[in-house]
């Protein structure tokens, strides 16, 4: 009987994960990301929004990093609203603030892939930040307005999420 004790202690000593006897505790962050409905969800939102205020447009929604997550284009929209949209979310997620707020930082001009017009929205819910969408096609305010009916659109399931 000793013997079947002594052996799961031993087990359970080493199978026990090293936190358990560890005093500090192993430095990480917790990232939230999107789920990628609630990605194309916000596209969906803000392409319909523009469309009932009469606008051709695409919208283009990126995580923290400024990778593409979700796009859909009105198929009558121009060509250049593609790459637009995705450079003003990019702009948008990596300088996490409005592209409107950016315009005058005539320092990120020439920066890679940063578009400084209005029409890109960072998404953040709760304190949480989870990356950039934007709108082209429209005038850059009417984009703007857009894009935040995107995120407008998933507020409410965002801001009760785990």
Known sequence: MKSINIIL???ILFFAPVEVFSKEKIPTVQLRVLASHIAHKIVSAAV???SQRGYLVSAAVVDRNGNLA???RNPLSGPHTIKVSQRKAFSSATLRAKTSQM???SD???APDILL???GVPIQFV???YGGVAVAGAKPEIDELCAQAGIDAVAEIME???
């Open 117 to 119: 017009i209005v029409g």
């Open 160 to 162: 009760f999420a785990d």
């Open 103 to 105: 315009a005058a930082r």
């Open 108 to 110: 990120l001009s020439f």
């Open 127 to 129: 304190g949480n930040f």
């Open 48 to 50: 319909e929004d523009c």
């Open 9 to 11: 202690i031993l087990a």
């Open 70 to 72: 979700a796009f859909l």
